[in-house]
C-alpha cells in the first residue's frame, strides 16, 4: 500500500513538472503565456495537448499546470512576410513560373532608386552590320550572331546564340531613336527550354512593365535594355570619346526581362589587345561591377576602328556561374 501510494505521489509530480520530455520549464513567477498566444493570434484558446493514457486521474488544474499546458501547444509560425521589392538575379537562379506566382499574389513593389540624376550623352551610331562571334560559356562552345538594323529612326538589334545545335539564347530589342541615343520599346529574351519573357518600355506613361511579374519601374531617359547597351555604349564613345581615358565611365538604367533593372556604370580600364580569329584587334575595355549579390559582372572591349562595336564581351554570373564569352569573328554588311 505504501509503495502505491509512493508512486502516484511520483506520477503526480511528473504531470506537474512537465507534460513531455523536452518541454521548456516555466518560473511559477513570470506571467502565462497563454495570455499572449491568445492576443496576439485573436484566436479562440488552443484545446491542450492529448495526454498520454494513463492509470492516474488527471488532478485539479493550478497555475503552474496552465503554463505547462499552453507550453505543450505547438507554436504557430507567422505568416511569410511579402516580397518587398524584386532582387536581381541571374535567369537561370529563379524559376520563371515561381516569379509569375509571387508576383500576382503581391502588388508592384516601389524602387528604391534615384534616376533622376543620370546624365544623357550625345551618341553616334554605328552602320547597320551584322557582327558574329566564337561563342564560349564554360566546355561549351559554338557561335554567337548580333544583328543591328536601322530604317530611318527604327532600329531592330537581335542576338543569338548557338552551341552544338541548339539555340542558347535569343534577346531581340526594338524601339526609336530619340535625342538620347537608342529608345527601346519592347525588349524580349529567351533561353534553352525556357519561355519568352519581355519588358514593355511604355515612353507615353513614363515607365517599364514586363510580361510575367507586375513589378513596374520608371523609365528615364536614356534607359536601355539588356542588349541595347551593347551598341549604345559604343554609340556614347563615339561621339564623346573623353570617356574612354583614365577615370572614364558611362552609367545607363538598364532593364532585363524579368522584373529587374538597375543602374549600370561602365568604367573605363585601359587600352587593350584582343586576340581574334582575324588577328589582334586594338580596343578600349570598359568594365560594369556588381553592385549586390548576384549581379552580372560585364566586361566589354570596343572596337574604335569599327565604331566602337564590341569586340570582345564576357558577361559573368556570380556566385560561380561559367562566363558568357563573346569574341568578334568577322563584321558584314546587313
Known amino acids: 500500500m505504501l509503495a502505491l501510494t509512493g508512486l502516484v505521489m511520483l506520477l503526480h509530480g511528473w504531470l506537474i513538472g512537465g507534460l513531455a520530455l523536452g518541454e521548456a520549464r516555466v518560473d511559477p513567477a513570470l506571467p502565462a503565456p497563454t495570455v499572449q498566444v491568445r492576443t496576439v493570434m485573436n484566436e479562440a484558446p488552443v484545446p491542450p495537448a492529448p495526454i498520454a493514457a494513463t492509470a492516474v486521474p488527471t488532478p485539479a488544474p493550478k497555475p503552474v499546470r496552465r503554463v505547462q499546458t499552453a507550453a505543450a501547444v505547438a507554436p504557430v509560425a507567422p505568416a511569410p512576410t511579402a516580397l518587398a521589392e524584386p532582387v536581381e ?16 499574389s503581391n502588388p508592384p513593389p516601389t524602387l528604391n532608386l534615384d534616376v533622376s540624376d ?52 535569343t534577346q531581340t530589342s526594338q524601339g526609336e531613336l530619340d535625342d538620347a ?12 527550354r525556357g519561355g519568352v519573357q519581355a ?46 581615358i583614365p577615370g572614364g565611365k558611362v552609367m545607363f538604367f538598364v532593364s532585363g ?18 586576340e581574334t580569329n582575324a588577328g589582334p584587334v586594338s580596343a578600349v ?9 548576384y549581379d552580372t559582372l ?32 568577322e563584321v558584314s554588311p546587313p
Open 89 to 104: 538575379t541571374s535567369a537561370s537562379a529563379i524559376d520563371a513560373a515561381l516569379v509569375v506566382a509571387v508576383a500576382a
Open 118 to 169: 543620370l546624365p544623357v550623352y550625345r551618341t553616334q551610331m554605328p552602320p547597320p552590320a551584322t557582327l558574329r562571334y566564337d561563342l564560349r560559356r564554360g566546355f561549351i562552345s559554338g557561335s554567337g550572331e548580333l544583328i543591328w538594323r536601322l530604317a530611318g529612326k527604327h532600329y531592330e538589334l537581335r542576338l543569338e546564340g548557338r552551341a552544338a545545335g541548339l539555340n542558347l539564347l
Open 181 to 192: 541615343g537608342i529608345a527601346p520599346q519592347r525588349y524580349t529574351d529567351q533561353r534553352l
Open 199 to 244: 519588358a514593355n518600355f511604355q515612353r507615353d506613361r513614363g515607365k517599364i512593365t514586363y510580361s510575367g511579374p507586375r513589378t513596374e519601374f520608371p523609365l528615364p531617359v536614356g534607359a536601355q535594355d539588356r542588349l541595347s547597351w551593347m551598341i549604345q555604349l559604343g554609340a556614347v564613345v563615339s561621339a564623346e570619346p573623353q570617356r574612354a
Open 257 to 274: 526581362a524579368r522584373g529587374d533593372a538597375d543602374v549600370w556604370t561602365f568604367r573605363y580600364v585601359a587600352a587593350e589587345s584582343v
Open 285 to 293: 575595355k570598359f568594365t560594369r561591377d556588381p553592385r549586390k549579390a
Open 298 to 329: 560585364v566586361e566589354v572591349w570596343l572596337d574604335p576602328a569599327r565604331h566602337h562595336v564590341p569586340v570582345r564581351a564576357k558577361l559573368s554570373a556570380p556566385p560561380n556561374g561559367d562566363a558568357l564569352e563573346l569574341v568578334l569573328r
